[in-house]
């Protein structure tokens, strides 16, 4: 275990140094303090009366608290989901390849590692960065509405960790790539293409009519079965975040499938990179 999060020590001060990562905290933090800084909000007797955004007035209709930040909450959960994946996907693309590069997978081989210690922390790693990115927004957020409104959520929150379990199913396909192809704009390419077959996963039953009858639609829906319903997962991000009725039948269900995809591909990974020399 202690090589695992040696490993996963390295991945946590390679981002350190890289300088986009402190550019997307920077980023996200001048976010946070300029809506607390130029969003007013009037509640009474816990109703929304006004909302001033930079002086103008945004609303005046009298809404209830939670009624009228679900579209705010819904938009910050879809802009974390897919925004935060897709940052995910370019900024951590380099770790696993720049690791096993020549001279370097090398020197970690001797050194008293085990092979899957190295993928393992890697993996640990990254998610690592994740999970602390999307708490770090998420939090900044339920933070501000909170003190401003009274209104207290953890929807945001929850939604931000379903978006890095999506993301974990992602990285592992890119994780994966990287034994077999060091190189990085590979893992983002193949990372991108996961993101949108499991946009397409989720909307398998409706796209599904549109494709001919037969052997076709058969494949498709053979397919899709397979990769995990990302998009699905996305609204339900959106639904916990609005603390609205879920649109799916069973969430468990969908995180397994989630899980399953992400174990099996790490699984291949660290079976292809046990049997290669180097």
């Not at 998610?127 to 939090?139: E, I, K, P, Q």
């Not at 003190?147 to 931000?160: M, N, Q, R």
């Not at 994780?175 to 077959?197: D, F, H, N, P, Q």
């Amino acid at each position: 275990m202690r090589g695992v999060l040696g490993i996963a020590g390295y991945v946590l001060r390679e981002a350190v140094a890289r300088k986009f990562i402190l550019a997307f905290l920077l980023g996200v933090t001048g976010v946070l303090v300029t809506l607390s800084l130029s969003l007013r909000i009037e509640v009474l007797d816990g109703a929304l009366a006004a909302t001033r955004l930079f002086g103008e007035v945004m609303d005046s209709n009298i809404l209830a608290v939670d009624v009228a930040l679900r579209p705010i909450f819904m938009a910050a959960a879809a802009v974390t989901f897919y925004g935060g994946i897709l940052f995910g996907i370019v900024s951590c693309s380099d770790f696993a390849p720049s690791l096993l590069s020549p001279g370097r997978i090398e020197h970690l081989l001797a050194l008293p590692l085990r092979r899957w210690h190295i993928l393992a922390g890697t993996f640990l790693g990254v998610m690592t960065l994740a999970v602390c990115g999307a708490l770090y927004g998420s939090l900044g957020l339920v933070l501000i509405f909170g003190v401003k409104t009274g209104y207290w959520t953890a929807g945001p929150i929850i939604s931000a960790l379903l978006a890095c379990v999506s993301f974990a199913a992602v990285y592992a396909v890119m994780l994966t790539t990287a034994t077999v192809i060091r190189s990085a704009a590979l893992c983002a390419a193949l990372g991108g293409l996961t993101l949108v077959a499991g946009i397409i996963a989720g909307f398998r039953m409706k796209i599904a009519p549109f494709i001919e009858e037969g052997l076709s639609r058969d494949l498709f829906k053979a397919v899709t079965l397979l990769l995990p319903r990302l998009s699905s997962l996305a609204q339900v991000g959106m639904d916990l975040a609005a603390s609205s009725p879920l649109g799916v039948q069973s969430l468990s269900m969908l995180l397994t499938g989630v899980l399953v995809f992400g174990l099996g591909m790490l699984s291949v990974g660290f079976w292809w990179f046990e049997g290669r020399d180097y």
